[in-house]
T-cell receptor, first 107, second 116 residues
Framework: DAKTTQPPSMDCAEGRAANLPCNHS???????VYWYRQIHSQGPQYIIH???NNETNEMASLIITEDRKSSTLILPHATLRDTAVYYC????????FGTGTRLTIIP | DTGVSQDPRHKITKRGQNVTFRCDPI?????LYWYRQTLGQGPEFLTY????????KSRLLSDRFSAERPKGSFSTLEIQRTEQGDSAMYLC??????????????FGPGTRLLVL
């Protein structure tokens, strides 16, 4: 599976948009980009996934660059409950997690 | 709750003992995955099943580890002769594989194992 690169940590003010970047420069043509988050001591929670087009759901938006080498997860109005480790994964079947981005929402 | 469930949630055992964990996937999900997560790291793939067939095993799954899914529903993960290095969170995920649709894995809460 392709490897992804994420910043280890980010802060965001409560109520602002949180933009989490991810590089996946070796992604294959049929591999999806998945985003999960993990709140302390819980199992990973699915957020969103995409292949080529931008995607939006009730939790977040996913912007994938045209060359598919990077993407950005957007939490439009961050709340304190969005504090978590966010994982960007490229692949199909078994998921290969990196160490993710620890997002802290500041009151 | 119709999500993935795991039992027990916590397990403390002494080195050398055997432990078994259970995972109940979301109803009708035909694929079931096991992952292991150590402190400060992301989850690592261990093995997965499609129905009752075990399709892939990671090299992380030593001979002391065995997983089963006998009826294609719940799954068990057994660790024999536990070692302190087995201390980790063991996560289960399930999904449904349908032709032409992209699968999304849904995770359970995990079983946290501490080997003393």
């Amino acid at each position: 599976d392709a490897k992804t690169t994420q910043p280890p940590s980010m802060d965001c003010a409560e109520g602002r948009a949180a933009n989490l970047p991810c590089n996946h420069s070796t992604i294959s043509g049929n591999e999806y980009v998945y985003w999960y988050r993990q709140i302390h001591s819980q199992g990973p929670q699915y957020i969103i996934h995409g292949l080529k087009n931008n995607e939006t759901n009730e939790m977040a938006s996913l912007i994938i660059t045209e060359d598919r080498k990077s993407s950005t997860l957007i939490l439009p109005h961050a709340t304190l409950r969005d504090t978590a480790v966010y994982y960007c994964i490229s692949g199909n079947e078994k998921l290969t997690f990196g160490t993710g981005t620890r997002l802290t929402i500041i009151p | 709750d119709t999500g993935v469930s795991q039992d027990p949630r916590h397990k403390i055992t002494k080195r050398g003992q055997n432990v078994t964990f259970r995972c109940d996937p979301i109803s009708e999900h035909n694929r079931l995955y096991w992952y292991r997560q150590t402190l400060g790291q992301g989850p690592e793939f261990l093995t997965y099943f499609q129905n009752e067939a075990q399709l892939e095993k990671s090299r992380l799954l030593s001979d002391r580890f065995s997983a089963e899914r006998p009826k294609g529903s719940f799954s068990t993960l057994e660790i024999q002769r536990t070692e302190q290095g087995d201390s980790a969170m063991y996560l289960c995920a399930s999904t449904i594989l349908l032709t032409g649709r992209k699968e999304t894995q849904y995770f359970g809460p995990g079983t946290r194992l501490l080997v003393l």
